[in-house]
């Protein structure tokens, strides 16, 4: 496969899920927007307190099946399944259920609607994972279109009569509607694939990578949730809404799906591959290059612009949680990169997850002390120093394991550039607009010359990758 097919392959699999996930993350910052600015901050707060409990345990309860999923191709994926025994299918329905219990005592809506969130959230989980495993992309973006559409108009009908359970509880019928449309779908497809003989020493390789990305996907997921978990528990309402839309505002709504699409696409490519390296490393640093075109001007679009974003886009009543968002952010360069994509192409689960383990024992360490010192953001500065060290293990193990050097595998020149003429360009605008337009405008053309900055760098990029 020539350069150009598999940069067009690597773009056109990542647009598909890139959208197959945007409408439903699009309907979260709508969210986010609107509740912000109307809803009390103690209700506000209830609200997004349920959300992240049923997230963190609904990841737990899912048992790092979906990114398992995508690892695989739909062959292996039913052979798998054909030769697993059922104890260990009810098992894990066992697993499921007790999480989907507990967060049903948890919540804050009835014990049986939070049980039936858990199972939607994890049926769709799952089934997403098979249908981008069988690369039906196009079915996958139109059921998530007409969701993600439901889930806005669904939360706008309630703002003026606000009801959390009564919102849930239409929400999780539209989760069932959706559970049984992707059912037909994959049903449909995966019936017609033929599973021919796989080796045992397979099976076991598969067996390993499962429960190593499993345990990496919930650390993940802790590392991302837990912070807002245990703040839940003991901060009010509106003090945690405040922290809530600092750490989550940082968070990015549409960024995890955007890398998240690049990084299955990468995997999708990667499998064809052989572990020779050479073109696996090539495929990763192109992966890094096209990462950097939005990831940079992103994070100097909100380290300088974050104030009027905040003040335009959430609410005035938030600007507190200016300072936790600037500090989370600046984990944000590292996202220029998915560190464990090789890794996980060469089934070394065993380094993702001691890097995930090193990154949960040092934010562990350090969250008291900078709560301590610094208040509420010391506890993203505690997260964002524990995913650099993490960062720093990847890179040293993968180095090591392939016999490289890091500009191997890491694209640093391409990205010293951006970042050093991006800072300058983004510190010059933001200073110029400050001496002459007001909040909204300011705001207005931070994100135009985002989006400019996106567009020229990506097709310069394009340009030189192609050639």
Excluded at 318 to 332: D, G, H
Aim: charged letters at 10%; proline letters at 3%.
């Amino acid at each position: 496969m020539n350069k150009q097919s598999v940069y067009s392959s690597l773009v056109k699999n990542a647009g598909y899920i890139f959208f197959s996930k945007l409408f439903p993350a699009l309907g979260a910052v709508v969210v986010l927007v609107v509740y912000s600015r109307y809803l009390p901050s103690t209700v506000y707060g209830t609200y997004q307190d349920l959300w992240v409990k049923l997230l963190l345990i609904g990841t737990v309860a899912y048992a790092g099946l979906p990114i398992s999923i995508i690892t695989f191709s739909p062959v292996a994926i039913l052979f798998f399944w054909n030769h697993i025994s059922n104890r260990l299918r009810w098992a894990l329905l066992g697993w499921c259920l007790f999480w989907a219990i507990l967060f049903g005592y948890l919540s804050t809506v009835s014990i049986f609607l939070g049980i039936l969130l858990i199972l939607m959230y994890v049926a769709n989980a799952i089934q997403e994972a098979l249908l981008m495993s069988a690369q039906k992309m196009k079915t996958l973006v139109w059921i998530n279109f007409l969701y993600g559409s439901y889930f806005i108009l669904l939360h706008l009908f309630f703002l003026s009569t606000f009801n959390l359970e009564s919102l849930m509880r239409w929400l999780a019928l539209g989760m069932l509607i959706r559970s049984a449309w992707l059912s037909m779908v994959i049903f449909q497809y995966y019936k017609a694939v033929e599973v021919p003989k796989i080796h045992d020493e397979d099976w076991h390789k598969a067996w390993r990578l499962w429960l190593n990305l499993g345990l990496y996907d919930l650390l993940q997921t802790m590392m991302r949730y837990a912070d807002k978990f245990v703040l839940g528990l003991f901060l009010s309402t509106s003090v945690f809404a405040i922290y809530f839309n600092g750490s989550q505002a940082a968070d990015i709504p549409f960024l995890p799906y955007f890398l998240g699409a690049i990084s299955t696409s990468v995997l999708l490519q990667l499998s064809s591959v052989d572990k020779g390296h050479r073109k696996a490393l090539d495929i990763m640093r192109n992966m890094g290059i096209v990462l950097a075109d939005v990831v940079f001007p992103l994070f100097f679009f909100l380290l300088f612009f974050r104030e009027e974003l905040f003040s335009v886009v959430l609410s005035p009543k938030y600007l507190s949680s200016v300072p936790v968002f600037t500090v989370a952010i600046f984990s944000l360069p590292l996202r220029a990169y998915n560190y464990t994509t090789l890794l996980q192409h060469l089934h070394r689960g065993d380094l993702i997850n001691r890097g995930a383990l090193i990154d949960l024992s040092v934010t562990l360490c350090l969250v008291y002390p900078c709560y301590h010192v610094w208040g509420l953001p010391g506890v993203p500065f505690s997260f964002v120093l524990a995913t650099y060290v993490q960062v720093g293990f990847y890179v040293y193990h993968i180095q090591r394991i392939l016999h490289t050097s890091i500009t191997a595998f890491l694209p640093l020149k391409n990205w010293i550039k951006k970042m050093f003429v991006m800072a300058i360009l983004f510190f010059s605008v933001h200073y110029i607009s400050l001496t002459t337009l007001h909040s909204i405008s300011i705001l207005i053309v931070g994100l135009v010359l985002f989006m400019f900055t996106v567009i020229v760098s990506f097709f310069y990029d394009r340009r030189k990758l192609l050639r």
